[in-house]
Nanobody, 115 residues
Framework: QVQLVESGGGLVQSGGSLRLSCAGS????????MMWYRQAPGKERELVAY????????WYTVSVKGRFTISRDNGKNTVYLEMNSLKPEDTAVYYC????????WGQGTQVTISS
């Protein structure tokens, strides 16, 4: 079955950087768009970025554009989210996701930015 495993979260100071990774298995990774979502306490889960199957196109929500970069390595079945110039409002649980027969999430990784 589809499995997505995120890693790389942590606690960093405002202005710092983190790189999240998400390893996929149980599906043909290179055939599917991959997404990063986040959910802050008391808020709904929001789409942060996505990358198309062959990385020909990316999209970012306005609040992270210019600071975050999504990329993928189809040979390693892994999608990344490079996060720079982090702000306290980026604090959230970050999830990767994909849609095969339905939407799948990973378990999430906590990102906490201190001011």
């Amino acid at each position: 079955q589809v499995q997505l495993v995120e890693s790389g979260g942590g606690l960093v100071q405002s202005g710092g950087s983190l790189r999240l990774s998400c390893a996929g298995s149980g599906f043909t990774f290179s055939n599917y768009r991959m997404m990063w979502y986040r959910q802050a306490p008391g808020k709904e889960r929001e789409l942060v970025a996505y990358i198309t199957s062959a990385a020909e196109s990316t999209w970012y929500t306005v609040s992270v554009k210019g600071r975050f970069t999504i990329s993928r390595d189809n040979g390693k079945n892994t999608v990344y989210l490079e996060m720079n110039s982090l702000k306290p409002e980026d604090t959230a649980v970050y999830y990767c996701g994909t849609v095969t027969n339905r939407l799948y999430w990973g378990q999430g990784t906590q990102v906490t930015i201190s001011s």
